[in-house]
């Protein structure tokens, strides 16, 4: 475990009254999986939206929160407080100073990244779904939205209905 996570573990273990997470977006098993593997959470809060949640960490009224890392990023540029890690297979480019849960020595926690996803009505014929999807997937790609997309560490992955619906199910399985 690095020694982020370390520290982190060690205070919340110490001070078991203060071990506090919140939670906003992420399937609350996985944070029990971290604290049984860390055993340092003693509640998870749910907060009703990240400006709340992150304002908590920084002033020091809660010990940890888990959500899309670029909720947390000015932040944490600015040093008011730290990424322990990230829930990615590999570290992020945009990121190389922070570890994987994998590389914490959390184990093989797998978090989707956030992402964006279109719907359409259930029946929708297949052609009209691989309209509207090639026509996302050709504005996600463009100059103009990476360059919106690229500082809150979103990349278009561009899949076709069928890989989203995988990846659905993928991440509904976790």
């Known amino acids: 475990m690095n ?30 999986y971290f604290n049984q593997t860390a055993s340092a959470i003693s ?12 304002s908590d960490v920084i002033g020091g009224h809660v010990t ?10 000015s932040a944490h540029r600015s ?4 990424i322990l890690a990230v829930s990615a297979s590999e570290r992020l480019q945009e990121l190389p100073d922070v570890p994987t849960y994998a590389e914490s020595g959390l184990g ?14 259930a029946g929708t014929p297949g052609d009209i779904k ?23 560490l979103l990349h278009p992955v561009g899949s076709s209905p069928a890989e989203f619906a995988a990846k659905l199910a993928e991440d509904q399985e976790r």
């Open 3 to 32: 020694a982020c996570w370390n520290r982190s573990a060690t205070s919340r273990r110490q001070r078991p009254k203060k071990g506090t997470i919140v939670n906003l977006q992420h399937p609350l098993r996985n944070l029990f």
């Open 130 to 152: 691989q309209k509207i999807a090639a026509g996302f997937n050709k504005a996600a790609h463009s100059p103009d939205v990476q360059k919106v997309l690229k500082p809150l």
């Open 64 to 73: 940890s929160l888990v959500t899309g890392t670029s909720s947390v990023l």
């Open 79 to 82: 040093g008011d407080l730290k």
């Open 43 to 54: 509640g998870v809060i749910q907060y009703a939206g990240t400006s709340a949640a992150v």
């Open 108 to 121: 093989d926690v797998k978090f989707s990244n956030n992402w964006y996803g279109i719907f359409a009505p």
